[in-house]
């Protein structure tokens, strides 16, 4: 009896067993493969261009590829409308330093990145930078008083290892401008750098022993075409101590060291209401000069012809006596002529009273008290301005010899407060 329910069971056990259905094993899904073929790291010149990311993607769609730069200035571009390439546009290199972006390129969960980097014109990353050592043999500057700030003396100095000649930077010259801001002087006869410390003052504050951008701080140079060049000092400091001073100066990617000690003296240019430094009646000495007569067109755009002449010292236009005629009128041709001064201009005092038969007189530019426009007659030495005056009112006659000589007679007044009378009876060729 046991053997035959165990009989049974079996049999049903294998019936129940055997009625299941049976599923089919599905087909293993086809393996999805993506990788970068190209270099993971490039580099691009200075001027920028395109170049091409390749990749390998195998069972998937390339539409399904993506791709992102992280430096959008440096990055113009990404185009990933080409199975098997994308393609990168990087912009020209403007900056002063060495740039980098990162591309990913992502595919589903998989992510990859290409390094791209960008060369500047000076091949620098930033912070990095050159130091040159300068010897400096030559200190020149000027004083300027408390023109910026009451109380506060306001120094101007070039530092240089290549001097001037004629007062004139020479070709391939260097040269360190500064604007320092010191106590007053306490020789005004005498006026010295005081000693300190000075500090870059990037705020403009006028604090003293600071070293101020005002427009003539900076690191000039002067290139074998006589063309000159500048670039702003970014940071600086100075150490001055009795007649040696020690520069150090960031200038874009370079650290200059300048060094100077000996002798100096600076001129003293406190700028007045009036330009004339004169004390008494002058009669211009150009003995030692050569004339010339120029025609500007219509300079002052006035509507009338600007005729100049300049006396000029033969040892240089920065040595001895130089003189400027500025003066209109109606003829392109005939530069002869009584001229009367124009005086200034009812609507604005600081322009002349542009017309026929007058000569401009001197004036200052601005506030700056060694630009000067107009008639004028200075004096220099060793390139140093040592006497100026406008030839402010009064008249200028010139008249043709018929020998191919002219006659040249200056009858005017400075414009210092008790005026100085400037005289002039020449006769020559221009």
């Not at 990788?35 to 691009?44: G, L, M, P, Q």
């Not at 001064?341 to 005092?349: K, R, T, V």
């Not at 600081?350 to 038969?357: E, Q, S, Y």
Request: glycine share 8%.
């Amino acid at each position: 009896m046991k053997k035959l329910l165990a009989l049974l069971f079996a049999i049903v056990t294998l019936v129940v067993v055997s009625c299941e259905p049976t599923t089919p094993t599905p087909p293993a899904p086809e393996e999805i493969t993506f990788a970068i073929t190209s270099a993971k790291s490039v580099e691009v010149g200075v001027d920028g261009g395109v170049f091409p990311i390749t990749y390998e993607l195998n069972g998937g769609e390339y539409t399904d590829v993506v791709a992102e730069a992280d430096n959008l200035d440096m990055i113009l571009d990404i185009n990933t409308n080409t199975a098997g390439v994308i393609l990168v546009s990087v912009a020209p290199n403007d900056g002063r330093y060495n740039r980098s972006a990162k591309v990913r390129v992502t595919y589903g969960d998989e992510a990859e990145f290409i390094e791209v980097n960008q060369l500047s014109e000076s091949g620098k990353n930033e912070g990095e930078y050159d130091v040159v050592d300068v010897a400096a043999n030559q200190l020149v500057g000027s004083y300027y008083g408390d023109n910026l700030m009451q109380g506060v003396g306001h120094y101007w100095i070039i530092l240089t290892k290549d001097g001037f000649v004629d007062g004139a930077a020479v070709a391939g010259g260097e040269y360190f401008r500064l604007d320092l801001i010191a106590p007053m002087p306490e020789d005004i006869q005498n006026v010295r750098i005081p000693d300190g410390d000075y500090r870059f003052d990037y705020s403009q504050s006028l604090e003293e022993y600071t070293i101020v951008n005002i427009g003539n701080t900076d690191y000039s140079w002067v290139d074998e075409d006589m063309e000159g060049w500048a670039l702003p000092i970014e940071d600086a400091t100075l150490k001055v101590k009795g007649n040696r001073f020690e520069l150090v100066a960031m200038v874009e990617d370079t650290e200059f060291h300048v060094t100077f000690e000996g002798d100096y003296s600076l001129t003293t240019s406190i700028i007045t209401d009036y330009v004339s430094s004169l004390t008494k009646d002058t009669v211009i000495d150009v003995s030692n000069c050569s004339a010339s007569v120029n025609s500007y067109g219509d300079y002052w755009s006035c509507g009338y012809n600007n005729w100049t002449i300049e006396f000029v010292c033969n040892n240089g236009m920065k040595q001895g006596t130089y003189v400027v005629i500025d003066y209109l009128s109606s003829s392109t041709t005939d530069f002869t002529g009584r001229y009367v001064d124009s005086g200034f201009s009812a609507e604005d005092e600081t322009k002349p009273d542009f017309r026929a038969g007058v000569f401009i007189p001197g004036f200052r530019v601005a506030d700056d008290a060694d630009l000067l426009l107009g008639s004028l007659f200075m004096v220099y030495k060793d390139g140093l301005c040592v006497s100026q005056a406008p030839i402010y009112e009064g008249t200028v006659t010139i008249e043709a010899n018929g020998d191919g000589t002219h006659t040249i007679i200056i009858d005017a007044l400075d414009d210092a407060p008790r005026q100085n009378r400037i005289t002039l009876n020449w006769t020559g060729r221009l």
